[in-house]
């Protein structure tokens, strides 16, 4: 039985590490070889929250599913701190398990998301 989206969440979330908006500012503040990464539609990106400034855009099924000569450049590093963000966080939890399952032994996601970065004060693009 395939597992549901709420249940494939809470397994990424058990396996992967999350950081909260100001650990992840401290990251960007302090390696700038941090790359931050937004796995939503592009169009969803501009309708809520927008975007953490420097994150590239790169669709979860890209992550997930896609060929791993499709990643960006910026990933062709195992050990780069890589950071995730959705809006709320649970896409961002699934993005950051798919890299983790792909061999990158950095990953996070950030706690909350987007939303959870600009209640922190941050702002997006």
């Given at each position: 039985m395939e597992k549901s989206f709420s249940e494939r969440v809470a397994e990424a979330k058990a396996e992967v590490s999350s950081v909260s908006p100001q650990e992840a500012n401290e990251h960007k503040e302090n390696n700038p070889h941090?790359?931050?990464i937004d796995p939503r539609d592009a169009a969803d990106?501009?309708?809520?929250?927008?975007?953490?400034?420097g994150a590239l855009n790169v669709p979860l099924t890209d992550l997930s599913e896609g060929p791993e000569s499709d990643l960006p450049q910026e990933l062709s590093s195992r050990t780069r701190t890589i950071?995730?963000?959705?809006?709320?966080g649970p896409m961002g939890a699934l993005a950051a398990h798919?890299?983790?399952?792909?061999?990158?032994?950095?990953?996070?996601?950030?706690?909350?998301?987007?939303q959870a970065w600009l209640d922190?004060?941050?702002?997006?693009s």
């Open positions: 941090t790359v931050f990106i501009h309708t809520t929250t927008g975007i953490i400034p950071i995730t963000a959705c809006q709320g798919a890299l983790k399952q792909r061999g990158y032994n950095n990953v996070y996601f950030i706690d909350g998301g987007t922190a004060g941050y702002a997006t």
